[in-house]
């Protein structure tokens, strides 16, 4: 007869929160792997599939790599787009890259990663919602808004503001930054981006005490031609004056004639990565957003992708020494191409923002220098599939 006093708990050995790139890559990467280990594996997100995300959705050939490895095939409207424009005061330097950003609908992107999972039989709730988790020796208990499970690894995927993060380590909030965004019908006479099929990125608030820039971008909405407002304040330098985002917008919405009030713009804060920060602890790790990606120019999607090989392999290694400390996590990062990545763009984002470069001349050297190596990379490499 069975006893209705005990609580039903649900047993796998892994569990991740969040069904954005991070974390459908985290579990895409462990049925690559560890194809066993992938099957007893919970996703969950608190959102119902398809579902919207504040986010421009641009990435680069990098990210195109990542789902090229995991053979998924992104056969969504999509808007390609060669040419950066940044700014700084009438300063104007164009890097123009050999292998085009694709611009998608976030909807679009998320829903191919999930159901290319799904049809790789990942085991995915949608609906439910991380709440709280309990230590239980050497194992979690998570509790959620639909269940109770008992698992003995928990990958947070869950965004910037982390509610994994949040349960299982002390808060940081100076790695937060705040981005203000719109979107709005193309305007030909002032949105010249979209038919030149160009990103702009202007720095010029840095003068107004912004650590950050302003932006206009050109998507899709529904195959309609919009442009993708914004600003973001890195805030690498807390102790300095801080400058009014609502007012730099404002008289950016301006230039433009965009008449959006206030009320009806959108705010979400990116998490940029810090040493500072621990990104994993017993039985938990983070991935994605949740972890933190670069602070110079804040490129998400691409990093997010390959946080989830970074975080397949650690949790495979944890299952075969059955040690689920994680301390190796952040060594393990910062020696992949994604660590040194980022290590990069924190170097650069510290020039830019410091106030005593040009942050244009600091980011033409930059993008040069990088563009320079990887070329020297991909002549290297196919002299040496030649030989």
């Known amino acids: 007869m069975k006893d209705d006093s005990v609580e039903h708990i649900d047993h796998f050995d892994i569990m991740i929160v969040g069904a954005g790139p991070a974390g459908i890559s985290t579990w895409l990467h462990l049925?690559?792997?560890?194809?066993?280990?992938?099957?007893?594996?919970?996703l969950i997100d608190k959102a119902v599939f398809p579902r919207g995300k504040l986010c421009a959705g641009g990435f680069g050939t990098w990210g195109e790599d990542v789902l090229n490895q995991l053979d998924i095939a992104l056969d969504i409207p999509s808007l390609f787009v060669s040419d950066v424009e940044f700014r700084f005061r009438d300063q104007i330097w164009v890097f123009h890259s050999p292998n085009p950003f694709r611009m998608v609908q976030r909807a679009d992107f998320d829903m191919v990663l999930v159901d290319s999972a799904i049809k790789r039989g990942m085991v995915f709730h949608e609906n439910e919602q991380f709440i709280r988790v309990e230590r239980v020796q050497d194992t979690l208990v998570v509790m959620t808004s639909q269940g109770k499970y008992r698992v003995k690894a928990l990958v947070g995927a869950d965004g910037s503001l982390s509610r994994v993060r949040r349960a299982m380590m002390r808060p940081y909030q100076t790695c937060l930054a705040p981005t203000i965004q719109v979107s709005a019908p193309v305007e030909p006479s002032y949105d010249t981006e979209f038919a030149c099929k160009k990103m702009l990125i202007d720095f010029s608030s840095v003068e107004k005490n912004l650590q950050g820039y302003t932006w206009h971008f050109p998507v899709l909405h529904d195959g309609a031609p919009f442009m993708n407002h914004g600003i973001v304040n890195f805030r690498l330098f807390p102790d300095r004056p801080r400058g009014d985002m609502k007012k730099i917008f404002h008289r950016e919405?301006?230039?433009r004639h965009i008449a959006i009030p206030p009320g009806a713009w959108s705010s979400h804060p990116i998490?940029?990565?810090?040493?500072?920060?621990?990104?994993?602890?017993?039985?938990v790790i983070l991935a994605g957003d949740a972890a933190g990606i670069e602070p110079a120019l804040g490129g998400g999607i691409h990093m997010a992708l390959s946080y989830g090989e970074v975080a397949a392999r650690e949790l495979i290694q944890a299952f075969q020494n059955q040690n689920f400390l994680f301390r190796q996590y952040k060594k393990a990062l910062m020696s992949n191409y994604l660590g040194q990545d980022i290590r990069e763009f924190?170097?650069?984002?510290?020039?830019?923002?410091?106030?005593?470069?040009?942050?244009?001349k600091q980011v033409r050297e930059f993008l040069t220098n990088r563009l320079m190596r990887n070329k020297l990379r991909s002549l290297l490499l196919s002299q040496k599939n030649i030989s």
């Open 31 to 42: 049925k690559k792997f560890a194809p066993e280990l992938a099957d007893h594996t919970l």
């Open 253 to 255: 919405l301006q230039t």
């Open 271 to 283: 998490r940029w990565y810090s040493d500072d920060v621990p990104i994993a602890g017993p039985n």
């Open 346 to 360: 924190i170097d650069l984002a510290h020039k830019i923002y410091g106030g005593e470069e040009n942050p244009l």
